[in-house]
C-alpha cells in the first residue's frame, strides 16, 4: 500500500545533534506533532561516504564499502546493493526522482548513472535551496538533498561552537523554504517530509565515536506520523523508511547485507519489532604526544619541520609557516587523534622548508587499494611527465605501491616501491629518504626498508625548484584538484639526514 505519494529527505551534512543547541523555528515547526530525535546513531566511522551510503543503500559501512575518496572518482555500479533511487525507478518507472547536493561524490559514486534521476549540484547550500524548489515544482515522487555547508562550519569553528551553532540556524530557514516549496506545489499532505544528519563532530573534526559525533537528528513529519520521541534509530534506516512510505517492499533484515529498519513513531503500529544492533566497543585514538618531548627529543637538532594535524596545520617544531589553498578537513580517526584530508578540496603550502642536503620525510598515509590514479601527496614540481620538466620532488600514492619523482630539469626519475601486501587497506607509514650528493633513495614502509635505488645525482641533487613546498597536492595545486582525488594524511615529519635503521625502530616505538 502506498503510504504517501512523495518523500523528501533533507539531510543536513555535520550537524549531528547539535540543532538542539541553537534556534531552529523552521524546524521545530515542520516536525511538531511529527516523530524526532536528537540521539540516532550515525555509523562508524562517523564520516560522510559511510553515512549517505548507508542511507541511499540500507547498509553497514562495513558492506557497502564507500569511502570519500572512491565515490569522489568512481560511479556507483554495484547491482547486488542497488540504491534507493535504483529500487524506486524500478517500481516507478515513470516517476519524476531528483538528488541534489552541495556535496558532488555522493552524485558520483552513490547515485547510479542512466536511471533517470535528475542529479543536480550547486556550491553553497543557498544556491542548492534554490535548485531544490525549482525540482520540487516538479513534484518528486522521491526527492534527495544535502546541505553541506553545517560541516564546514564545524571543521572551520569547532563543532558545538557558536560559529557552528549559527550556521545551523541559518540552514533552519532553507530547509523552511524547503518545505514552504511543498506546500506551494500543493502535495505538502501526501508527503513524508525526513530531516537528517550523517553524523556530529567532536572539536574541529569527526570520525569517531564520542557523543558529538555519534549522535544526529532524526525526524520526521507526515499527515499519518503518530509522532512522539523515536526510541531508536540509524543514519542507515532512510532506505527502510522511504520504501516503507511509498509502499514497497523493505528487503528482509539480513545480518551482513541489507540492515535498514523502519523507526517506531513514523508510520501507525510499525517499528515495534526493531532490531537493535548489539553494544559495540569502540577503540580510543590516543592523543599525540607533546611534541618537545616526543617526536621533537626523539630526533632532536634534526627536525625540519613536523606536523601532526590535530585541527590545525601548523608546524609544531616552529621552523616552517604554513598557509592552507582551499579548505582542509580534520577528521578525528587519525594514527595520532586527528587526521587531515587533503587533494582535490585543500592543500597547505609551506615557507621556510629547506631541503637541501640529505633528508627524510615520513608520515602516515591512509592508504585504499581503490585509489584511481596517483594521487599527489607532496612535492615542490609537477608530476605530470612532459609538460613540465622541473627540479624538484614529489611522493606519489598509488593503488599497490608509493613512488618518489624527482626532475632534474630536462627529465624525470621515480623509484616505486609496492606495499607489503597487495590490495592494501589502512594506515601505513610511509618514508623516504635521498642522499641528494649520493643519488640514493632509501624508501621505508611501516618502519621497514623495503627499497634502495640509486640515481643518478643529476636528479636527487635538488636546488632552483619554481614551486613551493606544498602537502596535499603538486606545487602547481592542480595535480589533485584536476582529478578530483582526495586522501588522508597523519604525522608528517621531515628530518635532517637519511633514515637509520635505529631512527626506524625510534618511531615504531613511538607510535607502537
Request: hydrophobic fraction near 40%.
Amino acid at each position: 500500500m502506498k503510504r504517501y505519494g512523495h518523500v523528501a529527505v533533507v539531510g543536513i551534512d555535520g550537524m549531528g545533534g547539535f540543532n538542539a543547541l541553537t534556534d531552529t523555528p523552521c524546524m521545530d515547526a515542520i516536525f511538531t506533532g511529527g516523530a524526532a530525535t536528537h540521539h540516532a546513531y550515525s555509523m562508524d566511522p562517523t564520516i560522510s561516504a559511510e553515512n549517505w551510503g548507508g542511507m541511499l543503500l540500507g547498509t553497514e559501512p562495513a558492506v557497502h564499502g564507500l569511502t570519500n575518496g572512491y565515490i569522489s572518482s568512481h560511479p556507483y555500479t554495484n547491482d547486488a546493493l542497488p540504491s534507493l533511487f535504483r529500487r524506486i525507478r524500478d517500481a516507478f518507472p515513470d516517476a519524476y526522482l531528483a538528488s541534489v547536493v552541495n556535496w558532488n561524490p555522493i552524485n558520483i559514486g552513490i547515485v547510479e548513472d542512466g536511471l533517470g534521476v535528475e542529479k543536480r549540484t550547486a556550491r553553497g547550500d543557498e544556491a542548492v535551496t534554490d535548485e531544490v524548489v525549482a525540482c520540487v515544482a516538479k513534484k518528486p515522487v522521491f526527492l534527495f538533498v544535502q546541505l553541506d555547508n553545517v560541516d564546514g562550519a564545524g571543521h572551520h569553528y569547532g563543532y558545538g561552537e557558536p560559529g557552528h551553532l549559527k550556521r545551523i540556524t541559518e540552514i533552519d530557514a532553507l530547509v523552511g523554504r524547503i518545505y514552504r516549496a511543498y506546500v506551494d506545489a500543493g502535495i505538502a499532505d501526501d508527503t513524508l517530509f525526513i530531516c537528517i544528519a550523517d553524523h556530529g563532530g567532536n572539536d574541529h573534526g569527526h570520525g569517531g565515536w564520542t557523543d558529538g559525533e555519534k549522535y544526529v537528528f532524526f525526524a520526521a513529519a507526515g499527515r499519518d506520523v503518530p509522532g512522539g520521541q523515536i526510541p531508536f534509530a540509524v543514519t542507515k534506516d532512510i532506505s527502510a523508511t522511504v520504501l516503507y512510505a511509498l509502499g514497497l517492499d523493505v528487503p528482509a533484515y539480513t545480518p551482513g547485507g541489507y540492515t535498514s529498519q523502519v523507526p517506531a513513531c513514523i508510520f501507525p503500529g510499525v517499528g515495534d519489532d526493531y532490531i537493535r544492533p548489539a553494544a559495540v566497543s569502540h577503540a580510543v585514538i590516543k592523543p599525540t604526544a607533546d611534541y618537545a618531548s616526543g617526536l621533537g627529543s626523539l630526533f632532536a637538532g634534526r627536525v625540519r619541520g613536523c606536523w601532526p594535524f590535530d585541527s590545525s596545520l601548523a608546524d609544531v617544531s616552529g621552523q616552517c609557516e604554513t598557509t592552507e589553498r582551499g579548505a582542509v578537513k580534520f577528521y578525528s580517526n587519525g594514527v595520532r587523534s586527528q587526521t587531515a584530508e587533503f587533494g582535490a578540496t585543500g592543500a597547505a603550502v609551506v615557507e621556510g622548508l629547506d631541503l637541501g642536503g640529505s633528508f627524510t620525510i615520513c608520515c602516515w598515509l591512509l592508504a585504499d587499494a581503490d585509489i584511481d590514479g596517483d594521487v599527489c601527496v607532496l612535492g615542490d614540481k609537477s608530476p605530470q611527465r612532459g609538460s613540465h620538466q622541473e627540479r624538484g620532488f614529489n611522493l606519489l600514492l598509488r593503488r599497490h605501491s608509493v613512488m618518489a619523482q624527482f626532475g632534474s630539469g630536462d627529465d624525470d626519475a621515480d623509484t616505486v616501491t609496492a606495499f607489503p601486501a597487495d590490495g592494501f587497506r589502512g594506515w601505513l607509514h610511509v618514508a623516504v629518504s635521498v642522499d641528494r650528493e649520493k643519488g640514493l633513495v632509501d624508501t621505508w614502509l611501516d618502519f621497514e626498508r623495503l627499497h634502495r635505488d640509486r640515481l643518478d645525482p643529476a636528479f636527487t641533487r635538488g636546488g632552483d625548484a619554481v614551486c613551493p613546498f606544498t602537502i596535499g597536492d603538486d606545487g602547481y595545486l592542480r595535480f589533485n584538484r584536476e582529478r578530483g582525488l582526495i586522501f588522508r594524511m597523519d604525522e608528517l615529519l621531515v628530518l635532517d639526514g637519511m633514515l637509520t635503521e635505529a631512527d626506524a625502530q625510534a618511531l615504531r616505538k613511538h607510535y607502537s
